[in-house]
């Protein structure tokens, strides 16, 4: 079998395999399995048990079960919920205040979580109920919270970056240090946008009234906000300013961040064994998941780097380019753009970054900054129909919103995403600069 049939049958597999809907991480493992057999022979499985060898012996991995951990654990402690409750009565006097408060508190939320689901679904319980009762535009109280829980994937600790660091010689901290520049940045973009468009249009995000105002005590108010805000402010400097700081490594600030997460839930009394045992189970699923996919995209990148696949994409990008590093390097953000309306995110890093991260590499452009454009890039994947998960989590808790209504409130958030993006690839800086502060 010729390296070209062999690629096409690899991705055909693939993709019968996602249209009959099995899952992504077996789908990968089947395509990867059959292909590899059929042209490597009994030599395909020492090839990949290589492969996957390393990332087993990877310290760093270790580092995904207790940012998990930590951040099931935060669920617990009810931070968001006090948060989110003094924040929105703070705000609320403002055209589209709460919505701005969703904001904030997802990106807070998010420096202590490391995923998505966690946030998005938090926040969409927590506000959406809120937001419709004030008659917030239903589209943008959604986009709203779906694009502030994404911030979950990208503002470190964050599971993302984590293997992001396993499959590029770039370190997981300098990943952590280089994403807070762009959190922050689209977390503004958000905020921003709301409170503009609900200044021009205040029947999208309805002020409270004076007499409801009235009624909350702003010391009391200012005091919440405190209280449920500055032990998560200081667990986030603990774990991430010790990685920056070079003191801990990720994965020892992720223990460490994961028993300060425990220490907070009995402090805010919110602690149970019922409930413990359940942020173990969800940690463990969570991990298992991501494990498995690791495991099917090794099986997959494997084969498909076995039959030179690796080198047929190279020179296609080469040739669509003509050479030109710009060219190629828009054609490789436009392939993960799109691959994310199809393929989780775990999916896409497996089989892009092999790939993609020698070509960046080759056409002259850092390595931490291709990956945090990339990163950048794949937070539109959460948003994009028809796979985006944030769309799902949100119509799960919120059924009163329909799936057509939370596909249509997406595109200006999507918008905003690529606007960061865009901002990020012209002044390469906000990527850099905190992380040229550091000492390598």
């Not at 200081?234 to 990720?250: K, Q, Y």
């Not at 940690?283 to 030179?308: E, P, Q």
């Not at 060219?327 to 890093?349: E, H, K, N, P």
């Amino acid at each position: 079998m010729s390296d070209t049939l062999a690629v096409m049958l690899l991705f055909t597999i693939m993709l019968i395999g996602m249209l009959m809907g099995h899952h992504l991480a077996f789908v990968l493992m089947a395509a990867g399995f059959i292909v590899g057999v059929l042209t490597m022979g009994p030599s395909y499985l020492p090839f990949y048990m290589n492969r996957l060898w390393g990332v087993m012996i990877n310290w760093e991995m270790i580092a995904v079960p207790m940012f998990l951990l930590m951040g099931n654990l935060l669920s617990l402690s009810g931070v968001a919920d006090g948060l989110f409750d003094a924040l929105y009565k703070l705000m609320g006097r403002l055209n589209g205040g709460i919505a701005a408060a969703v904001v904030i508190v997802s990106a807070v939320f998010a420096a202590c979580t490391g995923v998505i689901a966690a946030s998005v679904t938090t926040m969409a319980i927590l506000s959406m109920p809120i937001m419709l009762k004030y008659n917030y535009n239903k589209k943008l109280a959604a986009g709203t919270v779906m694009a502030g829980g994404t911030l979950g994937i990208l503002i470190p600790p964050s599971i993302m970056l984590i293997l992001f660091g396993t499959y590029s010689n770039v370190s997981v901290g300098r990943l952590f240090i280089a994403a807070v520049a762009p959190g922050i940045l689209l977390a503004i973009l958000y905020a921003v946008y709301i409170l503009i468009r609900c200044y021009r249009h205040p029947e999208d995000g309805p002020a409270m009234s004076d007499v409801e105002l009235a009624s909350f005590s702003k010391p009391q108010i200012i005091k919440e906000v405190l209280y449920n805000l500055v032990p998560p402010v200081l667990l986030i400097i603990g774990v991430l300013g010790s990685i920056f700081a070079g003191v801990a490594t990720p994965t020892e600030a992720a223990g460490v961040g994961a028993f300060v997460a425990l220490i907070m839930i009995i402090a805010y009394k919110r602690f149970t064994w019922k409930a413990f045992k359940a942020s173990l189970l969800d940690t463990s699923k969570g991990t298992a998941m991501v494990l498995m996919l690791v495991v099917g995209a090794n099986f997959f990148t494997g084969t498909f780097i076995g039959c030179g696949g690796d080198d047929m994409v190279r020179n296609l990008l080469f040739s669509l380019g003509s050479g030109n590093k710009w060219i190629i390097f828009f054609i490789m953000m436009l392939i993960v753009f799109i691959l994310g309306m199809f393929i989780d995110w775990i999916g896409i890093a497996m089989i892009c970054l092999p790939i993609f991260v020698p070509i960046a590499i080759e056409l002259g452009f850092d390595p931490l900054w291709f990956l945090m454009t990339v990163a950048i890039n794949m937070q539109t994947a959460f948003l994009t129909p028809p796979f985006g998960y944030a769309i799902f989590y949100v119509r799960a808790v919120v059924p009163e919103i329909t799936v057509a209504e939370l596909c249509q409130s997406v595109p200006v958030f999507i918008g905003l995403q690529l606007l960061g993006l865009l901002m990020c690839i012209i002044f390469p800086e906000i990527i850099t600069w905190l992380p040229s502060l550091v000492v390598r």
